[in-house]
């Protein structure tokens, strides 16, 4: 945060919540680089670190379109791919017109990062809309943050950095850096509020956000909750008093635009539509919500579901809340026609617990795969009637 956006025309673009420094973002564009090489970009595609900061960095600072249209023109190489990748590019007054220009003369494949609120918003969607395919890219995953923390300790255990993890989150500067739970969340609140105090104020004209920093402490309490808009303004209103419900409402999008939250829906699966429906709504970082209340161990089953979630959004799938017969399916994870059904539970440590998470499931007779996931070490592999469980670190390095 603020979310990046990074669009390619023709064809793709990946938005991403993911805030990293500059060096970390030059690292991405050149590992990118690397990646179109060896999917059959010639060699001469390689750029030094000054070719790279001749489009957005250190030294240069053009915020007018028609230099920065000169600038990257000279770099065009004749008989090669040229892909043209841009930082920040809503710094540069009239970026969406250079961009939809060079698009339309076909010599770029285009890459460019940005502010979700600029990048995305509506005032700009004319000038690249059906040129492109989203994909949804989180802050790191369990697999991502093992492979970091290993950088640091190449002996560090699965144990640790998913304890690591449920604390601090996956913003990629924290594992970069191997921060301490408090420096990290330091780094995070700053994150959270180039994203609250700049970004959505910013751009949506606010004059006062305590509103706004009210509702996101509110879904912070109450994360993997179902809930629905209706109750978040009644709840607030009697805490802090009288307040507008289409505030309430309208700054709840804004968070969503902004990636800071995530929504859940409840869905049916009986076939029966639901006429009010609940939802969850997600952290798109569990760490933001430790940085801005602490972390307390009595939250983590509500940080294990958010957690899953957000893996399950990171390999393509549309995630909604079950309902079966008034009974709660935590997950149900949707892509390509097929299905996969989880629940989270911090421990199996009653027989109501075990028949609340494996009864729900059964209740399901559509042959899709179905999955308890836990973090109870008297439970790490198995199967019951055809349901798997098993330790959410394993699950989390699953082939799904």
Partial sequence: MP?????????KKIKRFRRNGVRERRSFFRSHSRLLRTSGFPEEEERDGDEYRSYRGDGYHHHDDRAQRSVITASVKEGVKNVLMIDEVQ??????????SFNNEGVFDIYITGSNSHLLSSEYSTYISGRYVAFDIQTLSFT????????IDENASEDDVFEMMLHQGGFPVTWISGHSDNDAYSVIRDIYGSIVLKDIVKKHKLRNDTVLK??????????ASPTSLSNVFTEL???HGRMRKETVYKFCEYLEEAFVFREGEEEGLKGKEILSPKYKFYLSDIGIKNALLGYRGDDIADHLENIVFLEMKSRGYDVTVGNIDGKEVDLV???NGSRIYVQTVYRLSSERTIE????NLKLINDGYPKYVVTMDPDWVAGDVDGIRYMHVKDFLRLDL
């Avoid at 979310?3 to 064809?11: I, L, M, N, R, W």
């Avoid at 609340?356 to 009864?359: A, K, L, P, S």
Wanted: with cysteine; proline share 2%; aromatic share 10%.
């Fill in 214 to 223: 009210r509702i996101v402490m509110f879904l912070c309490e109450n994360i």
């Fill in 144 to 151: 991502e943050c093992l492979e970091f923390r290993r950088t």
């Fill in 91 to 100: 710094e540069v007054e009239g970026w969406e017109k250079v961009i939809a």
């Fill in 333 to 335: 994870c949707k892509k």
């Fill in 237 to 239: 209103t009697k805490e």
């Fill in 356 to 359: 609340r998470e494996f009864g």
């Fill in 3 to 11: 979310a990046q956006a990074v669009v390619s025309f023709p064809g």
